[in-house]
């Protein structure tokens, strides 16, 4: 049997893009990781949910909060976890991604976390391989989970606040701030925020705006910061991506910081209530000054510490049903 004849359908799935879950499959997502966030305040913060699966995290690309929070969520959850680093791998000796995502599978694994330079990698892994395959960010396309954190960490805010779970965020105004062209954080945030209901606006530079928005369901675009920050709720600040620029979109910092940067006199101007959030790696002194991302009202952290329930709901969802052994066979064994 070839791989293209595998049947996808029994017993595995994926998460490549928010728009694969839906406002229900969210919010159960969110559900699911309020329940794994209780348990990491026992004792012994681990459930055997996931005993015998073996996870892999595949990076093609730096990252410092997905993957450690990918790990320490398949951990939590007794699965068995294998790291892949790009950098010391066949990659260096001209293995393709189909190649070494297809040995990876190989070995046995039943899901692979992958992040990748190329938008659209995730999927295409997914059509090679018969384990469940997660997007941890494709270029410039989505980082699924990065929003369901978001999203768990804006809930838990207004939750805390209003005290009661608020899970629809209809009325509830989010900026999201900076270079959103190159921006997967964004994509998967306008899909997820809008899903529960937020209205949603685009900050940016001409520049870093995407070259079209059609069919995002967002609120507005705008070029002027200033004019947001008395009627934002949550100022969502992105790191400028050079990296994944193909030319030069921007020479100047310190103009960019004058106009789009959540500066020390901005973020005085907005509500006291306003939530500040960037998905991290921050570059203080450019989209946020320093002092603002220490403000108790900024969640980054917060955002960095949900990872791993949320990240924990998203492995149980895919992973925590009956095992099939082989898709040819179908054989369950638990
Ligand atoms: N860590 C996020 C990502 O991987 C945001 C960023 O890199 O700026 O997309």
Redesign the pocket.
Known sequence: MTIETIDREAGRDNLLSVSDLGREGILEILHQADAFAEISHRPMPKVPALRGRTIVTVFFEN?T??RLSFEMAAQRLNADVLTFFSATSSVQKGESLRDTVQTVDALGVDAIIIRHPSSGAALQASRWVRASVINA?DGQHE?PT?ALLDAFTIREALSRRSGQVVDDFAGLRVNIVGDVRH???ARSNVLALAALGAEVTLVAPEALLPISTEGWPIARVTTDLDSTLDSTDVCYL??I?HERMAEAHLDDLDEYRRHFGLTTERAARLGKDALIMH???MNRGVEIDSTVADLPNALILDQARNGVPVRMAVLFRLLGGPRTVGAESGDLVE
């Open positions: 990252s909060r997905t960010g980082h990065q921006s997967r954080v992105l790191r991506q998905p991290g790696p």
